[in-house]
């Protein structure tokens, strides 16, 4: 891989890359972070990349650098760092949701999912992946892709269900 394919490369995927990122680590400044490391690792095994499997592999690269800054992240929460509960509490400019609750709402019900629907229901729902592609930068098959997909959004959907009722029953018994 040459310093122009990458080039190339990182125009097309910066984009949807930090989209999945962000809903990861709900911080704007920490999703540049990990797409610029994931892209500055990529340069330095370029050697060894294939420019057909460079897009699997840069995912799969900024999926684990993710991972690896939440966890880090929920080591140090008893740490009252301002910063965090601000890129908690903010609603990002991309986000869908009509209000403020509703993004909190499923931001929760999101992060709550084991990594493994969590990874599948992001790339899925924020890229334009095949599930083949989703299946390669994961390494699982393309039927797995739907199947945890599949059961993430159930799970998601139950949950908001479920919390959408608990609200509406909490709300008649106040009035």
Same mark, same amino acid.
Request: aromatic share 14%.
């Given at each position: 891989m040459d310093q122009l394919e990458l080039e190339h490369l990182y125009r097309r995927l910066e984009k949807?890359?930090?989209n999945v990122v962000y809903r990861w680590l709900w911080n704007a400044e920490d999703a540049h972070d990990v797409v610029q490391e994931a892209f500055v690792r990529l340069w330095d095994t370029r050697a060894r990349v294939d420019v057909a499997t460079a897009e699997p592999f840069v995912y799969r690269i900024a999926l684990n650098l993710a991972a690896s800054r939440l966890r880090r992240r929920k080591r140090w929460a008893w740490v009252p760092l301002e910063s965090v509960r601000i890129a908690l509490s903010a609603a990002h400019p991309d986000d869908h949701a009509t209000s403020a609750d509703e993004r909190a709402r499923v931001r929760a019900a999101v992060q709550e999912l084991p990594d493994d629907l969590r990874n599948v229901v992001l790339l899925c729902e924020l890229t334009e992946m095949t599930y083949d592609q989703i299946g390669r930068v994961l390494s699982i098959p393309a039927g797995t892709v739907g199947s945890r @997909?599949? @059961?993430?959004l159930t799970v998601l959907r139950r949950k908001m269900e479920l919390e959408t009722s608990t609200r509406e029953i909490s709300a008649r018994r106040r009035v």
């Open positions: 949807p890359i930090y @997909r599949h @059961r993430a």
